[in-house]
């Protein structure tokens, strides 16, 4: 977002992952820098990356 969330506010965020040469079972974490308590919240992402047949 470009502009602070508001407490009882929600906005969309995007997250890419490049998949290119990685097949298999894939984790990820996206750090958010925010207000909160700790400062930060943490986002796992789990994946199973599946190759396309030739």
């Given at each position: 977002?470009?502009?602070p969330i508001k407490p009882g506010q929600s906005a969309p965020i995007k997250v890419t992952f490049d998949s290119t040469g990685k097949p298999g079972i894939q984790?990820?974490?996206v750090t958010?820098?925010?207000?909160?308590?700790?400062?930060k919240e943490i986002c796992k992402?789990?994946?199973?990356?599946?190759?396309?047949?030739k």
């Open positions: 977002p470009k502009a984790e990820k974490t958010l820098t925010s207000n909160t308590a700790n400062g992402i789990l994946a199973n990356v599946i190759p396309i047949a």
